[in-house]
């Protein structure tokens, strides 16, 4: 993309330089105002080398980071949790992690990079803007150090993409000039982002001489529950994200030599199989280094907006479906009903209104009753003992929409099942489908 821009803007200075010779100095000027211009709105990110949105300076972004950081150490302080401290085995055992994780990323140089470790059980850890980070033991307590290392790298990596003040800076941009993006919208954008973070943290992990398949192990040990599908996510599902992280780990895993951070550090972070940071001569503001400046932004921002755009219709159809399949498992699960004594219960599931549903039935002294599932309500049916033959025993039943015949055979295994009519002027009636009960 880069590449194809300075050529872009090659052709067009040369157009200009052959076409307009007398007009030099008007396009000069314009392109020193369009390079101030890109000075201004954006910033060169650390890990492609490409302009995106963003007003926010690295020190700006440093004192925010701090700032929010602290203001999780007050809240622990105001809780009575522990924030531990050099010398504590929890702060120790991140710090011997951080060193070598730091040393394979962009903040290699860095010399500010300021951590936390504190005594809360959530499984989690966050990035604050600037090198500011926060882990919690919860994390420590089901991840070994190399799935540590991952969790640790893709925090750095947030920090080195700028991802806060990147995307603050995006949304309210297009807020102003565009779209007012949606609240699906903006949270799908974070997803974008989470997905970055990992490959760029998987990087770092590899490079500082941790295992970097464990962030698909990590992922792997998490449950994923089919409502999370169900709505819009900030983080790619843990299945998902799983298998994404074993396909790049594979692929980076040629920079992991165990225990070692590696020599390659900064010719890998230029250039890899995954991002490249282009690091020739730039064009100078006056020849236009402007027009490529502004360019970079509107393609970064163009790109980003498209894989949100993407990300979005993604998680549109996969909340479709799990709100369906969701509907269905509720639909199947078998009524709650509190039985008194005498009932022979049984529970199973019922073919009514064109869906099988979950059924509850007990029958005792020839009568009998059924419960399920239908428009998100119990719904309760009655049945009577109507007769015997070599199809099994006959009950007349009703519910609030119709009335029928059920046919039932015990088996061995203790269970009834049989068949559900309901009245149509035929006989038996007209066959709905299955009435099955289990002890």
């Not at 449950?223 to 994404?244: D, M, Q, V």
């Not at 390659?264 to 282009?278: G, M, S």
Request: charged share 25%; with cysteine.
């Amino acid at each position: 993309m880069r590449l194809f821009i300075k050529i872009l803007i090659l052709f067009l200075i040369n157009s200009i330089v052959v076409h307009a010779e007398e007009s030099s100095s008007f396009w000069s000027k314009t392109d020193e105002f369009l390079m101030q211009t890109a000075e201004i709105l954006s910033k060169k990110d650390k890990i492609t080398g490409l302009r995106s949105l963003n007003t926010v300076s690295d020190k700006q972004a440093r004192q925010r980071g701090e700032a929010t950081l602290q203001l999780i150490l007050d809240e622990a302080n105001r809780q009575k949790v522990k924030i531990f401290k050099s010398g504590d085995a929890e702060f120790e055992r991140v710090s011997r992690i951080v060193e070598r994780v730091v040393r394979a990323s962009h903040y290699r140089d860095e010399e500010k990079i300021r951590f936390e470790v504190v005594d809360f059980e959530d499984v989690n850890a966050f990035a604050f803007g600037g090198g500011n980070f926060i882990v919690f033991t919860g994390l420590m307590n089901v991840a070994n150090d190399d799935e540590l290392a991952y969790i640790i790298a893709h925090e750095l990596a947030h920090n080195a993409a700028s991802h806060n003040e990147e995307q603050e800076n995006f949304l309210r941009f297009k807020d102003v000039v565009g779209k007012k993006p949606s609240s699906e919208y903006r949270t799908v954008f974070t997803n974008v982002n989470e997905q970055e973070a990992d490959r760029v943290g998987i990087i770092y992990t590899a490079l500082a001489g941790f295992d970097p398949c464990a962030s698909a192990t990590f992922w792997e040990k998490q449950k994923t529950y089919l409502e999370e599908y169900s709505i819009f996510r900030t983080h790619p599902i843990n299945i998902e994200r799983a298998a994404t992280n074993r396909k790049v780990c594979k692929v980076v895993s040629k920079y992991y030599k165990k225990g070692e951070v590696s020599a390659d550090v900064e010719r890998v972070l230029r250039c890899n199989e995954l991002f490249c940071n282009d690091l020739s001569e730039e064009l100078a503001a006056g020849e236009g280094g402007g027009f490529l400046a502004m360019l970079e932004v509107l393609a970064d921002s163009y790109i980003k907006n498209e894989q949100a755009k993407t990300e979005q219709k993604k998680q549109e159809q996969q909340k479709i479906e799990a709100n369906r399949l969701l509907a269905e498992q509720k639909r199947l699960a078998v009524p709650n009903v509190h039985w008194l004594a005498g009932w022979n219960v049984y529970k199973g599931t019922i073919q009514r209104h064109n869906e099988r549903s979950g059924l509850n039935f007990g029958i005792a002294q020839q009568q009998g009753e059924f419960y399920y599932n239908f428009n998100n309500q119990i719904q309760k049916g009655t049945m009577r003992y109507h007769s015997r033959n070599q199809n099994g025993i006959w009950f007349t039943w009703q519910d609030n929409w119709a009335t029928g015949m059920i046919s039932l055979k015990e088996y061995t295994d203790g269970s009834l099942r049989g068949q559900i009519f309901m009245n149509d002027g035929t006989n038996p009636g007209k066959y709905l489908g299955e009435f099955i009960g289990f002890r």
